[in-house]
């Protein structure tokens, strides 16, 4: 399934995800800027953080309950907002867009 990362300035990367992996894990593997994702996806640095855009969020879900608690450590949260460790990829969101916030820049 392919995602598209798109940078606080519009700069977009489109990648192919395998099923299984975390949209996190996706943009470290492929060196996309704006995801630091210190803590390595355990869901406990809120460095992953992204926006999900309206049309995705019925498919992505909403945050769990240690990923709410993490995300109201990120100055710039959202109502779409989710750590993008949280987000597993299948072929349900295959064409996902994820924005990432200034502040991981
Ligand atoms: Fe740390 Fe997602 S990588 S919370």
């Not at 995801?35 to 926006?51: N, Y």
């Not at 109201?72 to 072929?91: D, H, K, W, Y």
Request: with cysteine; proline share 6%.
């Amino acid at each position: 399934p392919r995602v598209t990362y798109v940078e606080y300035n519009g700069r977009e990367h489109g990648i192919e995800l395998e099923a299984g992996l975390s949209v996190m894990q996706g943009a470290i593997e492929n060196n996309i800027p704006g995801i630091d994702a210190d803590c390595g996806g355990e869901c406990a640095c809120a460095t992953c953080h992204v926006f999900v855009p309206e049309e995705w969020l019925a498919k992505t879900g909403t945050p769990g309950e240690q990923e709410a608690s993490m995300l109201g450590f990120a100055a710039t949260a959202q109502p779409n907002s989710r750590l993008a460790c949280q987000i597993t990829m299948s072929e349900a969101l295959d064409g996902l867009v994820v924005h990432m916030p200034e502040a991981q820049h």
